[in-house]
């Protein structure tokens, strides 16, 4: 208890901060009985009433205890989900038996921390209903208070891509980004993420230990799924009957472990939670679990499983199921190629691949391995670029497992060397590689690798200044592709070959002295790259309509492609770079 000396406001304190004399309800009994004490002597006579009796008259001492002072009031009571039920029961009567007093109760409490038993719901509901209760939600910091909080514990601004890496970690909780700086902000190695210290890991497991033992299984089959979960999953990995699904699942919403984000939808109100609630777990049990996961996603998916594929692939492989995981990692792959996200295409097809370098080696495995390699050339190509080392290796690779099997490399293993040869300026090469597309070797693909072959020589003779041969190859290729092969297309160049042969025409049409020819072409490519909706694609009949419209001297033209390209740049990838701020452009 302290008093503001020489002010008109006496502080009293009940709670736990460090900044400030406390005493919990107890100690101000004994302290209230030693006054009782002092005026009755040894003899009080109280001793012999009844417990509540006894109960009341010891409210009322320490109440006119704390008030002796007589003017306001300002009591303090901090962490009041830690207070035992007789420091609650004294506030209530305080603030009941004195309404007309200067008095104001400042209090802190979690409800996420409140157990089922505690009286602090009651005290507030009783409060409230006479008019005395004023709730102050505080939520979590903004980025820019986050900042301002990691500056000041840091001792210096903390730059720009570092605050805003800390605010995504903490998700603005004070103690989390306190924790992170005593810990080392940032961590060494960009795009690491910040270890869980010892007392974030204390204070989140504390809370879980709070849990009825229904609600920490759900908790752990939750955070198997993921941040974020349906019931429908969780029920069926977790195999709870309804009721207890219910009850588990609206204590984890109570206690502020899980936030309920729409119909069935439910995340973690932090990942740091889902991260302690799922280390929790034996690692027998987590194996089950995942298991049990992709079970259930299986289930609930199973008219299309594709837009699970990639999670289905996680589950399997934690479940101690590689090549159940492998399958999986190459249907996801298929499934980011199709939405254009190459970057998450490579980064699954490497997951399949090192989980399958890892099983033991066979004549089938290792067709398996080089059908897994050539699958990467065409994400690899257009998420780095076909002149990247990293695809020379993966191409040697592919030609070392289809020498070593004494098979032909495949259709998509040679236009991805066809296209690095091109990136490399060795136009002969590309020559080479594109007739043996067009000839093809009866492996079932032949229409399908003609037009890639067509689509190469064309190329080829265009950058060669052969624009007749050019024209010839890009009509052929329009005129050879068919609307069925469009997937295959997609997976293995990661571009659409009639919109980019269509649009490479009218860059040719316009050498042989055909303008009028050549827009047409260019439109119907813009056209076609519209209506299907591909973003690579599209990006690239932008790039040539571009050029073009260089060519012809048509500023609104090239103006209209470099705004549509500037849009949808920073969604592509890899992205696209525009240059932009000329005031003026003059053809010349």
């Not at 996200?341 to 399949?352: S, T, Y």
């Not at 067509?454 to 024209?471: P, S």
């Not at 072409?521 to 591909?534: K, P, S, T, V």
Request: include cysteine.
């Amino acid at each position: 208890m302290s008093r503001r000396l020489g002010g008109a406001t006496t502080v009293v304190g009940i709670g736990r901060a460090d900044d400030k004399v406390e005493f919990s309800a107890l100690e101000l009994f004994h302290f209230a009985r030693t006054l009782r004490g002092c005026v009755y002597g040894n003899g009080d006579p109280a001793a012999d009433l009844p417990d509540h009796d006894r109960r009341r008259l010891l409210f009322e001492a320490l109440a006119q205890a704390v008030a002796a002072p007589g003017g306001p009031l300002l009591l303090v009571a901090d962490d009041l989900h830690w207070a035992d039920a007789e420091t609650v029961a004294f506030l209530h009567y305080l603030l009941r038996a004195r309404p007309q007093a200067p008095l104001l109760v400042a209090a802190t409490a979690r409800d996420e921390d409140l157990g089922d038993e505690h009286p602090l719901p009651a005290l507030r509901a009783g409060l409230a209903a006479l008019g005395q209760l004023a709730e102050v939600e505080v939520g979590r910091l903004s980025e820019r208070e986050t900042a301002a909080l990691a500056g000041r514990l840091a001792g210096h601004e903390l730059a720009a891509a570092d605050a805003g890496r800390l605010f995504a970690e903490t998700e603005g909780n004070p103690l989390f980004v306190v924790e992170a700086l005593r810990a080392g902000w940032p961590p060494p190695r960009p795009g690491e993420r910040g270890p869980i210290t010892p007392r974030v890991q204390s204070v989140i497991e504390s809370r879980l230990a709070q849990l009825s033992a229904p609600a920490r299984d759900l908790i752990g089959v939750a955070a198997t799924i993921g941040r974020e979960f349906s019931t429908d999953v969780l029920g069926q990995a977790s195999r709870a009957g309804e009721e207890q699904l219910v009850g588990a699942l609206d204590e984890l919403w109570r206690r502020r472990v899980v936030r309920d984000q729409g119909p069935d939808a439910y995340d973690f109100t932090h990942d740091r939670i889902r991260e302690v609630a799922y280390r929790s777990l034996s690692p027998a049990r987590r194996r089950q679990t995942h298991r049990r996961v992709a079970q259930a996603l299986e289930r609930l998916h199973a008219g299309d499983p594709a837009p699970v594929a990639a999670q289905l692939a996680a589950h399997h492989e934690r479940a101690g199921d590689p090549e159940e995981a492998v399958a999986w990692y190459r249907r996801g792959a298929g499934v980011a190629q199709r939405l254009g996200a190459n970057a998450e295409a490579v980064r699954l097809l490497d997951r399949a691949l090192r989980l399958h370098r890892g099983l033991p080696p066979t004549p089938a495995r290792r067709e398996q391995e080089l059908e897994l390699v050539t699958r990467l050339q065409a994400p690899l190509g257009v998420a780095e670029g076909y002149a990247s080392e990293r695809l020379a290796e993966v191409q040697r690779q592919g030609l070392e497992l289809a020498d070593g099997l004494g098979v032909e490399p495949g259709a998509p293993l040679l236009l991805s060397m066809a296209l690095a040869s091109l990136s490399r300026g060795d136009f002969e090469d590309a020559q080479r590689l594109g007739e043996q597309l067009v000839a093809g070797d009866g492996d079932g693909d032949e229409a399908v690798r003609r037009v890639e072959g067509e689509y190469v020589l064309g190329i080829a003779g265009f950058w060669r200044g052969e624009f007749g041969t050019a024209r010839r190859h890009f009509e052929a290729a329009v005129d050879r592709y068919r609307a069925e092969q469009r997937p295959a297309h997609l997976l293995r160049f990661g571009i659409d070959l009639e919109v980019v042969c269509t649009s490479r025409l009218g860059n040719a049409l316009w050498f042989l002295g055909r303008p009028d020819a050549a827009v047409r072409a260019r439109d119907a490519a813009l056209a076609l790259a519209e209506r299907l909706g591909h973003p690579h694609s599209h990006a690239t009949a932008l790039v040539f309509a571009a050029l073009l419209a260089l060519d012809l001297r048509d500023q609104a033209s090239v103006r209209a492609c470099v705004a549509a390209l500037a849009a949808r740049s920073a969604d592509q990838e890899p992205p696209i770079r525009v240059p932009s701020g000329a005031k003026t452009w003059t053809p010349s």
